[in-house]
C-alpha cells in the first residue's frame, strides 16, 4: 500500500515537471488537453509537440495546448524550433497548428472564434505570439500521411498586460477612441498609446481615433516605437490596414503623414498644439499594431 503511494506521487511530481496536467476533452471528444499554468518560479516554460525532436505521429486527431494566466495577465509564446509538414498554401489540410489568441480563458469549442493556422518552418511563421486576454491555446492536427517533420518546441511566459495600458482619457462611449490633453498638468505631459489587443493583433474591422490638444505654445511630438500592419506592397494607397497622422484637430486638417508597413523608430511633429491620428483596420490577416 506505501508502496503504491509512492508511485503516486512520483508520478504527480513528474506531470507537474512538464508544466501540463492531462484534463480531458475541450473542442470535441477526441482532443487531448495540455494545460500550462505556471512556468514554477523560472523566466519561461517550454513546450513541445508529440516526441519532440522526433517526427510526430500521424492522425493526430487534436491535441490542445491550453495557456491559462491570471486575471491581469497576457501570454508570450515563441517558437525556438518549427517543422510542420505544409501540404497546402493555407495550411487548412493536412498538418497545423490553429491559434486561439483572444480568449477569457482556457476553454474553447467547435464555435470559438480562432485567428490563423500555421504550418511550414521557422521562417514562415511569426515567431512571438501575445493573447490578449489570460487564455491562449494552440490546436494541433497532423494527417494520414507519415513524415520526417519533427513538430515544434517554444517557450511560454506570463507577462502583467497593464505594461501595455494607453494613457490618456477614453472617449465614453466607443471602442478605441482616446483624448490627450496637457492643459491639466504643470510640466510638460508625458504617456504611452497602443494598437487595440497589443501586443497581441488588433480586431478586423475598427477605426480608432487619437487626439492631442497641447496648450498654445506648445507641440506634440510622438515617436512610433514599433509598427506592425498587415504585410503588403510599399503603396498605402489600396491598404485595408492604415495610419493617418493629421496637422490638426480633425481628420480635415493637413495630413502629416501615412503608415501602412513595419517600421520602427519614426517621428512625428506637429507645427501648432493639436495633433490627429487615425487607425483604420479592415484586413483578413491583422497585424500586430504599434506601440507610441
Given at each position: 500500500m506505501q508502496r503504491d503511494n509512492v508511485m503516486e506521487v512520483n508520478?504527480?511530481?513528474?506531470?507537474?515537471?512538464?508544466y501540463f496536467v492531462i484534463v480531458g476533452h475541450a473542442v470535441h471528444p477526441g482532443?487531448?488537453?495540455?494545460?500550462?499554468?505556471?512556468?514554477?518560479?523560472?523566466?519561461?516554460?517550454?513546450?513541445?509537440?508529440p516526441d519532440f525532436p522526433k517526427p510526430y505521429s500521424p492522425n493526430i486527431d487534436c491535441i490542445l495546448y491550453t495557456f491559462?494566466?491570471?486575471?491581469?495577465?497576457?501570454?508570450?509564446i515563441e517558437f525556438v524550433d518549427f517543422d510542420v509538414r505544409k501540404t497546402h498554401l493555407d495550411c487548412l489540410k493536412g498538418d497545423y497548428l490553429k491559434l486561439f489568441l483572444h480568449l477569457d480563458g482556457g476553454q474553447v469549442n467547435e464555435y470559438t472564434p480562432w485567428e490563423t493556422l500555421l504550418c511550414g518552418g521557422l521562417a514562415d511563421i511569426?515567431?512571438?505570439?501575445?493573447?490578449?486576454?489570460?487564455?491562449?491555446?494552440?490546436?494541433?492536427?497532423?494527417?494520414?500521411?507519415?513524415?520526417?517533420?519533427?513538430g515544434f518546441?517554444?517557450?511560454?511566459?506570463?507577462m502583467d498586460r497593464r505594461l501595455f495600458k494607453t494613457g490618456g482619457q477614453k472617449v465614453s462611449g466607443t471602442v478605441c477612441d482616446y483624448q490627450f490633453s496637457s492643459v491639466d498638468y504643470m510640466v510638460a505631459y508625458y504617456g504611452n498609446f497602443?494598437?487595440?489587443?497589443?501586443?497581441?493583433?488588433?480586431?478586423?474591422?475598427?477605426?480608432?481615433?487619437?487626439?492631442f490638444k497641447a496648450r498654445n505654445r506648445e507641440r506634440i511630438h510622438v515617436l512610433f516605437e514599433?509598427?506592425?500592419?498587415?504585410?503588403?506592397?510599399?503603396?498605402?494607397?489600396?491598404?485595408?490596414?492604415i495610419i493617418r497622422i493629421y496637422d490638426g484637430g480633425a481628420a480635415t486638417s493637413p495630413a502629416i503623414k501615412f503608415l501602412c508597413n513595419e517600421g520602427t523608430e519614426m517621428e512625428i511633429f506637429s507645427t501648432g498644439p493639436n495633433l490627429f491620428i487615425e487607425f483604420v483596420a479592415n484586413s483578413d490577416w491583422p497585424g500586430q499594431g504599434f506601440k507610441v
Open positions: 508520478l504527480f511530481l513528474f506531470v507537474l515537471d512538464l482532443c487531448e488537453c495540455l494545460i500550462y499554468s505556471t512556468t514554477h518560479g523560472k523566466e519561461k516554460g517550454v513546450f513541445n509537440s491559462v494566466g491570471k486575471r491581469n495577465e497576457i501570454i508570450q511569426p515567431t512571438v505570439l501575445y493573447s490578449s486576454g489570460p487564455g491562449l491555446v494552440l490546436e494541433f492536427h497532423s494527417g494520414v500521411k507519415t513524415s520526417n517533420a519533427t518546441s517554444g517557450t511560454f511566459r506570463f497602443y494598437s487595440p489587443r497589443y501586443p497581441s493583433s488588433y480586431p478586423k474591422n475598427i477605426k480608432c481615433s487619437y487626439h514599433e509598427v506592425s500592419l498587415q504585410k503588403g506592397d510599399i503603396s498605402c494607397l489600396n491598404r485595408a490596414d
